[in-house]
């Protein structure tokens, strides 16, 4: 796997969160068994750069505004031309097409606008934001999703796709059952803390006796349902 970073200081997720030998830790989960490419897709020497790996690669993806390939001569029909066969994965904030298509798009935005912000937390507070970014991971697994089927269809004869990922779609297809709830009976599911209502035993009971310890050799834990 072939990655293409900006020059100079390179992908900014390497120095991101917590670092060893001034390199993020995550970077290295992350870009495991990638080659680093650096290039400027701003000019026509490193646009040429991507057209000429794109030849030979099964998939391209990519995760700028939408627009952006098209104004560097990377969108679908020059790569495409290329390369028949190529899987173009593009995942942004809101899709390649609809009203919001133009506006920069992160997960913690996608993560409000799909739902999942306004039911985390507790009902006698706002809502919370979980400390990961789930929305950058459910919308990378649509995308692998999209780019397996797509690579299927290729090898049964068809010709190349374009996987168009939106960060809050994604995040929206993992709500469950509120939209149907809201449709039929026009609920609104709240925010509940710890409790996942209507399913049981799933929570962590408010009730629970504090754990005891008679010595430190024979802890003694209650745990209540």
């Given amino acids: ?7 100079g200081e390179g992908d900014a997720l390497r120095k991101w969160r917590r670092m060893r030998n001034g390199t993020s830790l ?22 040429e750069i991507v057209r000429r790996l794109a030849r030979d690669a099964h998939i391209v993806i990519e995760n700028f505004r939408p627009g952006a390939l098209e104004r560097w001569n990377l969108g679908w029909e020059e790569l495409s ?45 706002p809502p ?6 789930l929305g950058d991971t459910i919308a990378a697994l649509h995308g692998v999703i999209g780019a397996l089927l797509a690579l299927h269809a ?6 190349g796709q374009v996987i168009d ?4 779609e994604a995040v929206f297809n993992c709500m469950e059952s509120l939209l149907p709830e809201f449709d039929a009976q026009k609920y609104v599911r709240e925010r509940s803390g710890s409790a996942l209502p209507g399913i049981a035993p799933s929570n962590l009971s408010t009730r629970a006796r504090t754990a005891t310890c008679l010595s430190p050799a024979t802890p003694t834990v209650s745990i209540s349902a």
């Fill in 1 to 7: 796997m072939i990655k293409i970073e900006p020059p």
């Fill in 26 to 47: 995550w970077w290295h989960v992350q870009s495991r068994n990638k080659k680093s490419v650096t290039c400027d897709l701003r000019k026509l020497e490193g646009q």
């Fill in 81 to 125: 031309r290329a390369n028949p066969k190529l899987v173009l994965v593009r995942i942004s904030g809101y899709g390649q097409t609809g009203p919001y298509k133009e506006r920069p798009g992160f997960a913690a935005i996608a993560e409000a606008v799909g739902g999942l912000r306004y039911v985390n937390g507790f009902p006698d507070r």
């Fill in 128 to 133: 919370a934001r979980p400390n990961l970014s």
């Fill in 154 to 159: 290729v090898q049964k004869g068809g010709p």
């Fill in 165 to 168: 990922v939106a960060l809050y």
